[in-house]
């Protein structure tokens, strides 16, 4: 048994979605649980509508999810034949659980309601590709993933019931296989006890997909993106950047850490526990080799470059000179948890603080005014943090050209350099 996930982009046109099914057609003889995400930019459509909901304007939210309701018609009509009528009743249940929520007026806080809205995205994509499967002959049974995933109600977060999920899993899912070989399911979303949509945070069908691998004892886990594979840079800043072939969890998590948008960060956990391994492969060539993460360790590996735009540095010096000592450190980082700010990257000195974090402006604004308390605070923004896994020395001196470095950290494996 292994298990798939589909992102957005292979989902994106009536294309890639034949060929995806083509992909699937080639591994009909195996069991295969298959996570897909919504298709294209779905998620971000929806978050507008939420938005719009939430700000109290309800023919805006409506009008928002005509265009979604729309298009995912218009996909389902292009694809189906036989399948349509029965898939557009599905959407439509979908669409009506949606809408009946814009009806009302919000009460409660912005995160579940989002979370509500957002969640269709991922019914509606899986219910058009497993219509379409089963028709191209493809048998396949679709579940909604709600019923499987339990969380908590920490909304657009929220955490895994790992205890309760693997007993549905084990009652509800793996029965299913005996059926039909492939099972379609939804990342990204689950349900609390009290049966209220959750969202796991962006992105986060890489993870569903490692925890379905890891409940189901999978033999691995494939991620199909529209890349060669993991690339020890991103392309579109570094048009030299080339593929790794082979890397380890502890790499990868690392790479996640430090901002690549490789894989969602809390992915590689369920899979290292058990140690199944991770294939990224190209949705749009199989046959291209990819990238396979696992638990041997890998020698040789290029430097791996990471840049964050949009970073912001925080200065905090205390006001009589005195040391920063743990006490002052301790309210900062309990600044840090109140506000959920994560700092890219820290460094202390005898009198100073320096913080360097990804500049949302209202988060910025909060913790300078509450950092003057206890410090001087000056707040310079505009600059990028380049972070260089397995570097040396020439690679550093081309990736910093002619900036000027603010801000300089490095361990024998990690270098980091704020630059203006
Ligand atoms: N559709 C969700 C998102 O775009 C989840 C995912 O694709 O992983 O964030
Ligand atoms: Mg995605």
């Not at 890639?16 to 919504?38: D, G, T």
């Amino acid at each position: 048994m292994r298990v798939f996930k589909f992102g957005g982009a292979s989902v994106n046109s009536i294309e890639r979605i034949k060929q995806v099914a083509k992909i699937l057609h080639s591994f009909e003889k195996e069991e295969l649980l298959i996570v897909i995400s919504a298709m294209g930019k779905t998620t971000n459509a929806l978050e507008k509508v939420a938005e719009q909901f939430f700000a109290g304007n309800k023919e805006e939210s409506l009008q928002l999810f005509s265009q979604v309701k729309q298009q995912h018609l218009t996909t389902a009509k292009y694809l189906l034949v036989r399948n349509y009528l029965a898939c557009e009743q599905s959407l439509t249940n979908f669409f009506t659980e949606v809408e009946w929520l814009l009806y009302d007026k919000p009460v409660r806080k912005f995160d579940y309601y989002y979370d509500q809205i957002v969640c269709v995205g991922e019914l509606l994509s899986t219910a058009i590709m497993s219509a379409f499967l089963n028709e191209e002959g493809i048998a396949n049974t679709w579940i909604d993933v709600r019923d499987i995933i339990r969380t908590d109600d920490n909304f657009r977060d929220a955490n895994i019931d790992w205890e309760f999920s693997q007993k549905q899993v084990d009652q509800q899912v793996k029965p299913l296989f005996k059926k039909n070989r492939m099972v379609i399911t939804q990342g990204f979303i689950g349900a609390t006890d009290e049966n209220e949509s959750v969202t796991l945070g962006r992105e986060g069908s890489d993870y569903t997909a490692a925890v379905f691998a890891n409940m189901l004892d999978a033999e691995s886990q494939t991620i199909w993106k529209d890349v060669e594979g993991v690339m020890n840079a991103d392309p579109k800043q570094y048009p030299d950047a080339q593929l790794i072939p082979e890397l380890n969890y502890t790499e990868v998590i690392e790479m996640a850490y430090y901002g690549a948008q490789v894989i969602h960060p809390k992915t590689i956990k369920p899979l290292q526990n058990k140690g199944i391994p991770l294939y990224v492969k190209c949705f749009l060539d199989p046959s291209l080799p990819g990238t396979v993460i696992h638990n041997k360790t890998v020698q040789g590996l290029p430097p791996i470059i990471v840049m964050k735009e949009n970073q912001a540095l925080i200065h905090l010096k205390s006001k009589d000179f005195s040391f920063i000592g743990e006490k002052s450190v301790g309210h900062l980082y309990h600044l840090f948890e109140q506000l959920s700010i994560k700092p890219n990257l820290t460094q202390n000195g005898a009198i100073s603080f320096l913080c360097c974090l990804d500049d949302k402006p209202e988060k910025i604004e909060q913790l300078a005014l509450e950092a003057a308390i206890y410090f001087d605070v000056v707040v310079e923004k505009g600059l990028r943090l380049l972070t260089v896994r397995h570097y040396h020395h020439e690679v550093m001196q081309k990736l910093i050209g002619n900036n000027e470095v603010v801000l300089r950290q490095q361990s024998p494996e990690t270098a980091q350099i704020v630059m203006r």
